[in-house]
């Protein structure tokens, strides 16, 4: 009997120091301020109602944070947000998490889609950033648009710190990882989503989120938080050793925002 209870503590014991879970979920106040989400309702695809966003706030401030900056789509034709919708929504979530009594910090930005209405915006010089002068961008899922590093030249010129979001989820890099090394020679940040390393996608996302943690090149962490699902993909995150490893680097930049 002793023996077989011997036996299984050694088990468990290796089952711990193998496997990519840590006992106690992540507690997120360390990083303080998530920078990637579409809380502002109804101008994306993220939360649809005021009751909803609320909702997703109200839970992302128990998970630790104590700022967001939200950042809802702009798309080509399809989410066609202006700064000025952008900014009337955001007072609109102000105002409810005032009447809600929730103590949390709230900005807005915009997660720019680089595509061929990308340059008019560009040139307008009207883009919402945040910080100093942080712009988030994301690529098509398809493939990257053929401008994309005159883009990012031109917006380095003009004074605009360019981060990445989630580039675990570009498939048509992953068998090519010089073209990320490339990106960030070029002084490009990059931001993984949390929900990557908790298996949230498709394989192999999780793997090359992993990587890029391995290999020093994530300066971001964010919850790309659109709904109830990504709230689940986030509490299962939470007990993920990767994101305890990036986390503990001393690389990333959230708590500076
Ligand atoms: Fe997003």
Known sequence: ???????????????????????NPIDLSVLGTDMHSHLIPGIDDGAQTIEESIELIRELNQLGYKKLIITPHVQGEFFISTPEIILIGLEEVRAALKNEEIQIKIDAAAEYLIDDKFEEKLKSGNLLTFNENYILIELSFFSPHPNLLSYIFDLQIAGYKVILAHPERYSYWFDNFKKFEDLKNRGVFFQINIISLGGYYPFPVKKIAEKLIDNNM???????????????????ALNEKYLDKILSSGKLLNYQL
């Open 218 to 236: 994530i300066e971001f962490l964010g919850t790309d938080m659109h709904n109830q699902n990504y709230m689940q993909g986030l509490k299962q």
């Open 1 to 23: 009997m002793e023996q077989i209870k011997f036996i299984n503590t050694l088990m468990n014991l290796f089952k711990n120091i193998f496997s990519n879970k840590s006992s």
